[in-house]
Structures are given as structure tokens and as C-alpha cells.
């Protein structure tokens, strides 16, 4: 399978914890961007890296929230001191500026649930 | 403030018939326009894209409508099938570079 892939697919959590995702892109993919969806919404944008350079960060990463890429392959996402409200679908998505239209691929996403 | 607005939330179509959702945008440096499909537990899928040069695309049985002037688009997908029931997404972006922005979806339910 060549498409982008998540890791966990599910993550249940305490209040208070820290959690960390994966997400493994489309290989040749230079663009990997974070979304997070929640319950009947659209989703909504986190952040994007081109590379290992993370280029734009949403108003939405509060400074719990980090994502890195080190090697401009695979990202994590990490959210720290998780609340109630981090409850929702986190997912990724790849592109390639070799794409003429830049198209997006979304991976499964990874559901947390916060209790 | 929703930069993409769609509309309705919900629809319910015959098999056979033709559905449609309709999404509306401010913002005119949005330069693409692409519909998702999701189903339950999966991420969104690219389904048909358009850019505002283009006032209609056609790829099977699923047509995008693009008026520039009225700020407005919109998917029909005809002789709708039981296997078409999903979650459908519109959505813009500013440029190739840009974050994808998307509308607050439209379920789509086709009975037999």
C-alpha cells in the first residue's frame, strides 16, 4: 500500500496525559500537513511542513501541541496535557510539488479519545 | 467566520436519482476547488476538483458547476447509488501551496 498511513488508528486517553501520533506520508511526497476533525465538522488545518521546515502553524496548535518532522519523512504529532476538548479525528495528508495541481491525500487519521 | 459555507447538512436521494450539494465561498484569491468523500472511520478522499477558469468538470457521474461571478459551486451526482452514501466535503484553496479550507459537509444518504 502506497498511500499515507496513521498510526495509531485509535487512542484512548486520561485527561492530563501525553499522547504522540505518526504519520508516514506517500514516499516522494515533500509536503505533509495536520488536520483535525471533529464530530459532524469539516476539517480544520493544524499545520504543514515542506521538508523538515514545518511552514505555517493554525492559531488552533495551542503550545500543547507539537509536530515535528525531523528527516522530511515521517511526522509526529504530540499533544501534551490532553484535555476533553482534544477529542477528535487527527488527520494527515501528503503532496508533492512535482503534482501539477499540489493534490492533497489524506491518510485514515488517528481517532483520540479523551476521558 | 466560515470561509466555505455548503449547504444542506443533510440529503436523502433515491437510487437512480440525482443528487446535489451546493457551497458558496468570500475569499477570491481561492484558486482550486476540490469535493472529499468520506466515509465513517476513514479519511477524505479527492473525489473531483475545479479551478475557477473552468465554469464546469465532468468525470463519470459526478459534475462540479462553477459560477465565478456568484461566488458559488457546486457537485451533482447522477443516477446516485446506495454505495454513493457518504459524508461529501467541499472545499478551496488559496494557492498550490496553500491549506486546504473545507465546508461543514453534507451526509449523503441513497435509498434503494
Known amino acids: 500500500d502506497t498511500g499515507v498511513s496513521q498510526d495509531p488508528r485509535h487512542k484512548i486517553t486520561k485527561r492530563g496525559q501525553n499522547v504522540t501520533f505518526r504519520c508516514d506520508p506517500i514516499s516522494e511526497h515533500n509536503r505533509l500537513y495536520w488536520y483535525r476533525q471533529t464530530l459532524g465538522q469539516g476539517p480544520e488545518f493544524l499545520t504543514y511542513?515542506?521538508?523538515?521546515?514545518?511552514?505555517?502553524k493554525s492559531r488552533l496548535l495551542s503550545d500543547r501541541f507539537s509536530a515535528e518532522r525531523p528527516k522530511g519523512s515521517f511526522s509526529t504529532l504530540e499533544i501534551q496535557r490532553t484535555e476533553q476538548g482534544d477529542s477528535a479525528m487527527y488527520l494527515c495528508?501528503?503532496?508533492?510539488?512535482?503534482?501539477?495541481?499540489?493534490?492533497?491525500?489524506f491518510g485514515p487519521g488517528t481517532r483520540l479519545t479523551v476521558t | 467566520q466560515q470561509q466555505v459555507k455548503q449547504s444542506p447538512q443533510s440529503l436523502i436521494v433515491q437510487k437512480g436519482g440525482i443528487s446535489i450539494i451546493n457551497c458558496a465561498y468570500e475569499?477570491?484569491?481561492?484558486?482550486?476547488f476540490p469535493w472529499y468523500q468520506q466515509f465513517p472511520g476513514k479519511g477524505p478522499a479527492l473525489l473531483i476538483a475545479?479551478?475557477?477558469?473552468?465554469s464546469e468538470k465532468k468525470e463519470g457521474r459526478f459534475t462540479i458547476s462553477f459560477n465565478k461571478s456568484a461566488k458559488q459551486f457546486s457537485l451533482h451526482i447522477m443516477d446516485s447509488q446506495p454505495g454513493d452514501s457518504a459524508t461529501y466535503f467541499c472545499a478551496a484553496r488559496k494557492t498550490s501551496y496553500d491549506k486546504v479550507i473545507f465546508g461543514p459537509g453534507t451526509s449523503l444518504s441513497v435509498i434503494p
Open positions: 495528508a501528503s503532496s508533492s510539488t512535482m503534482d501539477r495541481d499540489y493534490e492533497q491525500y
Open positions: 475569499n477570491t484569491a481561492f484558486d482550486y
Open positions: 511542513f515542506q521538508n523538515e521546515a514545518q511552514l505555517e
Open positions: 475545479i479551478r475557477p477558469d473552468v
